[in-house]
């Protein structure tokens, strides 16, 4: 009954063999490996665009935070909702890599811009000359943190008023692939037929041990941004063990069936969920993470019995007993279907 | 016959297996994981430093920014020699960390630092007030970027020299166990015991995937050495495989072992080039690296036979047969003696 | 009939003659003129704090970017209202003194922020351990970027909530001296005896060319600032001219006249668009400007007739007659009466 | 007997007068005010260079850390001598407003760098793919921190050099003018006609209160410098005195006059110099400061008797009587002849 995150799972087991594999003998370092050529050329063919910049990180925060700041200047606000991870969960990380960059807060339905909000913020964001920071790229996270995920036309329509300001728009896709099979799209549809210019392409919380890809649709900025990866000390020497990560990844569609094992263990929580009286789901679920109210008595019985997720609103410990918290369930690959039922049971009781 | 870098050859079976293990069920991440309270226990063990601040990080480049970082302040010079790692292969890594640092730059003999040398650097950096840079730590590198190794009594010495301004000191150990086993004393003789403030301590070029332990012998800094790595995009959320390596990497000596045969492959390569006539050895070879300058003739013979190393001083395939140049030879714990005598063998021919 | 800003107005002339009397023979440079102790010692005495840190600088952006960088981390957020000087017209000069330090924004009612909203944001701006940008101090606008002014309880309340939290506290005073004597107190008591930890000391919206003290009730912080100051490129070699203007601003109650001076030109703008039907006045003005809203038509009366002040809502010069727009009125110790009477006329035909 | 320093005389009358005329009545702020659109003229003017952008600072430092920035990124290595003021005098302000590049030193002979000297720190610059610092600019202090002058001819062959990497290159000329008029070059062949790229035009040192004009012979960066400025908190808003007093040191010569007086004024110390014995000068003194080596007795007696410059080598007031100590002199425009003789008088006895 471990639902409090979707980096907490093991790996999937190709994914170690894949690493087990790649240690033997000498390569090349440094991204010069040979599997990264393979790596690469599948990144392309995935999002059909052959001519994509495609790099490795470790982090989803370093995939994030270098890929913004090679889309932005210092002066500049960066255009994201209140909870976008690059606000809340990154310790500033934008604001250093970027060298002192604004988030500037897009009101967010169900955690999920509008074209409306998107354009009163930057509206908001009237620069009166110099005197105010510069209107800069927007981050749209897909799937959200609030698990919620933005139709092709709802990202077509916000890449339309960035781009109407001649701003660029990045992609977090921490949990990339949890959105696209939940859209049923392709990569290309999600990303620059959708208008956007950049994507954090998630690997980390879908099954592999840690990387992510920074994904350029336009090439000219690869440079700029291995200069930032080495110079934030993100660039590996023994690259190979992210190359066979992401190879294995990629390979056999498991990072398609990882997010679809997930996605399908969030639905059988929501299905679950909704047939517990007093619950109440608050964010339209839509890919492996779910955010539910129940009484704090409710809590405290399926936290009691062993389950493990985070809770917000107040103590899940002392209260009154029907005072309403919120849970957060993330589901990841490896969930297990017993444990869902089981938690749905308790919670019922 | 693959001498490149100590950064490009396999890690240890025992290493993968550590991972493949750790790939069990759910883990706290970002550090909180259960193995990584060990390997805190057992690098303060190995250290003697029961108070000691430990933290991984996954790359040297991290290790060592995020470390001056938290020993300096943005309006300082850092000491070092001119071919230290921070200055001449981390891009501005350092400078970016720490916000502008300048890094001041020692008089090496055999790339080792001396306590005249650090003092003369020291006393140039006069501050003026608040006009010029004010001085800041200093930075060690051990074993050197050329294979040599300090003496703890010549680590004293710098130390001493330090502290008589009131500076710290930090130890870059990408090859701190190269060096250990080469002086045969203690963690703790070549670090805190020999005035020594805080440690890159390396694994990556030891037989790890990646992973270096950055080591405070004052943990009051621990709170902000862990701000500063979230916020460089270091904390890793799947953490566990870092600690895996580690704790791999200290059980049954392996890292010390590993460090023995990296540097008794050296051994046997400087014992076989002492034998070939016209090549001659650069710096006292006191680790698991060496440079020695040969004719160009027999730098192609070798690496037509498919050596791979690297060459400077000119380009390897043109230009006059006897000119000297220059090869830098580095072992790992693969390194196979096998390919050192024909490597050998190739050079005299 | 301008009311464009409390920047464009001349100097008052002691200050010019202050500058010229200053400018005989030779004066040791970069702070250490002798005027400049008597400058310490003036604001010394004026805020009844023997102790305090003063330094000078020469734009109130400097002032407050170095003060703010002094007061916090990289990793923290500083607490400020939407409207505050430092979020909206310092194009990230805050962000790039402090290394990349978040904003975070406090809901103010008639641009103040009340105690209730600061803990409001306070309490959302949780770390969860490392992930979230750390709580950092606390800046507070006196009097506000709208003309309103906290009284001195009302900025006890704030940082009796920010000291709760352990937070330091800033005053943004560039119109320091207006809101002092709107308040009729004393500076200590609207500083250091209300809680606050360090102030940026106005004059160049006051009467000066270009001045401004950083006054830190703890000296702990003092040569920390310099070395910032002078990193920053804000230490004047040529410092005796600014000594010179802020000995003359504190030298016969100059400053408070001016301030004076000003305060009542705004309120005899109050008294006269009070009684111009359909110009309705959006924030209490308490200091030395003033918002109002009227019809297009008026404005355009107004600005036709050659007043100066700026319009925001919609384009003065175009759209329906009777749509209300914003207008700003700013005044400075030289904003001439019968200017004042003959705008009013304007306004109302 | 003053020789501390340039930047410790006053300023010149005419710039006072200007200063006071420019007090009346209300201008537009932050640089749009209308004399400036004739500085910026008359600056083109003077450099013959019709499209080149020209914006103003208050300090020295802001004018080199701002162009500087302007022209690199925070992973390169700017290029300067090892007594550049840059490097030496700045507290990292170059580190800090370029987001940490790093200084690379290029050997100097009389404090000039030379064409092989430069290709050499070029060369040793070799950025190994994205490992080490890239290249970056060239920062040329003319007249140099010793009292030399680069030729026409001289500056021409740096930036040969440079172009020939495709590096920029920036001429600090603090004291722009009195190398001009040391040269009796125009501006033109001084800069651009030799091919520089940009300029930190100097007025502090030479008369004015605190003016510097940053030129940029390519217009395309104006924008960008503009935001580093507002950024940097360097932008004024009564920004009608910086005009007016640049306006002043433009108008009949002033600035070629006050160069050619502080020159004369350093010439008839150098004609002293030569006839004392036991005294030996130790850069060709080219411009408004020298160096000289004398006796620490002969130290001693001229400043007991009241002299003011900065002795290197040694504490002036105890050790050897014979013991040679380094003195700096530097003349400003209002130097005094009569003070030169006596000073002469005071080391001959």
């Keep these: 009954m471990f639902f409090a995150s979707d980096n907490a799972g093991p790996a999937h087991p190709r994914v170690m063999d894949a690493l087990v594999a790649a240690n033997q003998g000498y390569a090349s370092g440094y991204g010069a490996d040979a599997p990264m050529i393979e790596v690469r050329q599948m990144i392309r063919d995935i999002f059909e665009a052959p001519e994509a910049a495609v790099h490795l990180v470790a982090t989803g925060t370093a995939a994030n935070a270098l890929t913004l ?100 728009t990045h992609l977090d896709g921490a949990r990339f692939t949890n959105a696209l099979v939940s859209l049923g799209c392709t990569p290309a549809e999600m990303t620059w037929k959708a208008g956007i210019d950049a994507v954090s392409f998630g690997g ?106 985070y809770v917000t609103g107040g103590d899940p410990d002392s209260g009154p007993a029907d005072e309403r918290l919120t849970g957060r369930l993330v589901c990841d690959w490896s969930c297990d279907h017993g444990a869902i039922d089981r938690f749905i049971a308790h919670l019922r009781q």
Tied chains: 1, 2, 3, 4.
């Excluded at 809340?88 to 339905?109: H, Q, R, S």
């Excluded at 041990?209 to 690869?222: K, M, N, R, Y």
């Excluded at 498991?254 to 997010?259: F, R």
């Design 204 to 309: 980390t919380k879908n099954g592999l041990i840690g990387v992510e890809a920074c994904v350029f649709f336009d090439p000219a900025v690869s440079k700029q941004f291995e200069l930032r990866r080495k110079r934030g000390a993100h660039l590996f020497s023994k690259h190979r063990y992210l190359s066979a990560q992401m190879h294995a990844y990629l390979t056999d569609d498991l990072w398609l069936n990882m997010a679809r094992q997930a996605n399908a263990a969030c639905a059988r929580l929501v299905q679950g969920l909704e047939q517990v009286e007093e619950v109440e789901i608050q964010f339209p679920p839509q890919s492996n993470l779910l955010f539910f109210s129940a009484p704090r008595s409710m809590h405290q019985r399926a936290l009691q019995a062993g389950a493990v997720y």
């Design 69 to 168: 700041a090679t889309l932005s200047n210092p002066w500049e606000a960066i255009f994201c909702t209140p909870m976008a991870h690059i606000h809340e969960d990154e310790c500033n990380a934008p604001e250093f890599y970027t060298g002192g960059a604004k988030l500037a807060l897009v009101e967010a339905i169900d955690a999920k811009m509008t074209a409306p909000t998107l354009l009163a913020a930057i509206e908001r964001e009237e620069t009166r000359g110099v005197h105010g920071p510069q209107r800069g790229p927007v981050s749209i996270t897909q799937a959200t943190e609030k698990g919620t995920v933005y139709t092709t036309a709802e990202l077509m329509a916000l890449t339309d008023v960035a781009r109407s300001f001649g701003l660029k």
